[in-house]
């Protein structure tokens, strides 16, 4: 058998929906040599790294730490870990991600009782609290952004209703924290969870979560130390978490002074998550949620130029991610692979309802960029015109220049 060259990928550059291309500096953070778990140096690196996700999350919540895994792991120990078998959850679905979390949901047993809207759409406040009152949840659970319609669903009051009536609130923000607006503590959100590929900057492999006391303690009763490492006195629950890797009530444990220990930490993802956090904090939070909203205006003004209709409620876009609907007799999977064979550039396809429809072209974390915006709408011009879409010569580029205000 012969050996494969060693790695050497495509030079590429990342405008979907996620994952972008990572910011150099966190591929070099992450190629630092490992140390042992157990190592003080680990311990204060872990939490620095607790510290740092405290800052962008905006809370004062003790247990702020990673979770190993993509996103969806981080959301799945939230979710199984704060519901047991039989626990009312509702889940508001505007897109694939709001199926996703209803699905966890069942998966674990949950009573799950979902509300729908249109791709694209978010829900009023009235419609969600009339949802609360009929349901009674547990817990809410909710999607911020949702990269499959590019639209948002405005959560400031949210935490305060779910209070009112006795529901936990969950969130998932992977495709929103860094570079939309997020208040973890000053919306009252119980449980965030998140991910590195999207306005973070980095690879996905780890999850950035956030647990209020109110949502430790529902975790905390459920607490029971693996069998082997048991020790006199360790909890047995009888409603034991009905996953070992991700029982969050363990995962604290191995985040606390104690020290437990739970999985061999993911030290090469941690160093990456430590510096996705630390660019981001010394950019700035505000500072990278206006970054964000200007190149994604500049994208939106540009695809307009061109002729492309925006998909979605505008009122109510992420910052992150332009939705464009595919202009008729045009063939999307065509312009998306010239796009990335003659000129480097991915761009997004969509999902269920959206499939074949509507491409989505992210700017975000280190793509959040002035040259990559318009490497991308000057691709995108050259490659729609040779597809039979007519554009005037230069539009797209020029309205993103007009947008940024850029003189020669
Ligand atoms: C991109 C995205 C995810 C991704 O989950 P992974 O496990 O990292 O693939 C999850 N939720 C939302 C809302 C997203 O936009």
């Known amino acids: 058998m012969s050996i494969p060259a060693s790695i050497n990928p495509?030079?590429?550059?990342?405008?979907?929906?996620?994952?972008?291309?990572?910011?150099?500096?966190?591929?070099?953070?992450?190629?630092?040599?490992?140390?042992?778990?157990?190592?003080?140096?680990?311990?204060?690196?872990?939490?620095?790294v607790m510290g740092l996700y405290r800052q962008?999350?905006?809370?004062?919540?003790?247990?702020?730490?990673?979770?190993?895994?993509?996103?969806?792991?981080?959301?799945?120990?939230?979710?199984?870990?704060?519901?047991?078998?039989?626990?009312?959850?509702?889940?508001p679905i505007f897109g694939r991600f709001g199926?996703?979390?209803?699905?966890?949901?069942?998966?674990?047993?949950?009573?799950?009782?979902?509300?729908?809207?249109?791709?694209?759409?978010?829900?009023?406040?009235?419609?969600?609290?009339?949802?609360?009152?009929?349901?009674?949840?547990?817990?809410?659970?909710?999607?911020h952004g949702d990269t499959s319609t590019t639209v948002a669903q405005p959560l400031e009051g949210l935490g305060e209703l779910c209070e009112r009536h006795g529901a936990l609130l969950y969130v998932d923000c992977t495709a929103t924290l860094g570079g939309n607006e997020f208040r973890t503590d000053e919306w009252g959100i119980d449980v965030a969870t998140s991910?590195?590929?999207?306005?973070?900057?980095?690879?996905?492999?780890?999850?950035?979560?956030?647990?209020?006391?109110?949502?430790?303690?529902?975790?905390?009763?459920?607490?029971?130390?693996?069998?082997?490492?048991?020790?006199?006195?360790?909890?047995?629950?009888?409603?034991p978490i009905r996953s070992n890797y991700?029982?969050?009530?363990?995962?604290?444990?191995?985040?606390?002074?104690?020290?437990?220990?739970?999985?061999?930490?993911?030290?090469?993802?941690?160093?990456?998550?430590?510096?996705?956090?630390?660019?981001?904090?010394?950019?700035?939070?505000?500072q990278s949620w206006a970054r964000h909203d200007l190149h994604g205006r500049a994208m939106l003004a540009g695809t307009t130029a061109l002729g492309l209709e925006p998909f979605g409620a505008l009122a109510y876009r992420m910052t992150n991610v332009v939705g464009v609907h595919i202009p008729d007799g045009v063939n999307g999977d065509e312009v998306r692979a010239a796009m990335l064979e003659d000129f480097g550039i991915e761009i997004g396809t969509s999902f269920g309802p959206l499939h074949g429809k509507v491409w989505r072209i992210g700017t975000m974390g280190y793509n959040a960029r002035t040259d990559a915006v318009l490497q991308t709408l000057a691709a995108l011009e050259a490659v729609l015109r040779r597809a039979g879409h007519r554009a005037a010569a230069g539009a797209g580029v020029d309205a993103a220049y007009d947008l940024y205000g850029t003189a020669v």
């Open 56 to 91: 962008v999350y905006i809370t004062d919540n003790q247990q702020t730490l990673l979770v190993d895994g993509t996103s969806r792991a981080g959301i799945e120990a939230a979710l199984v870990s704060l519901l047991e078998p039989g626990d009312r959850v509702l889940v």
């Open 246 to 286: 991700l029982d969050m009530a363990q995962i604290f444990d191995y985040w606390s002074e104690r020290r437990l220990n739970h999985h061999t930490e993911a030290t090469t993802m941690l160093y990456g998550s430590r510096e996705c956090a630390r660019i981001l904090l010394q950019e700035g939070l505000a």
């Open 10 to 48: 495509p030079p590429r550059l990342l405008m979907g929906p996620g994952p972008i291309t990572a910011d150099p500096r966190v591929l070099r953070a992450m190629s630092a040599q490992l140390v042992g778990q157990y190592d003080p140096w680990m311990t204060d690196t872990m939490n620095e």
């Open 99 to 143: 199926h996703l979390l209803a699905e966890i949901c069942r998966r674990a047993g949950a009573d799950v009782h979902t509300i729908e809207t249109e791709w694209g759409q978010v829900f009023t406040e009235e419609a969600l609290e009339a949802a609360l009152v009929d349901v009674q949840p547990k817990v809410l659970a909710v999607v």
């Open 195 to 239: 991910g590195l590929q999207k306005c973070l900057g980095g690879p996905s492999g780890s999850a950035p979560v956030t647990f209020s006391p109110r949502a430790v303690e529902v975790i905390e009763s459920r607490k029971s130390i693996e069998e082997g490492i048991r020790a006199e006195g360790d909890p047995v629950s009888a409603h």
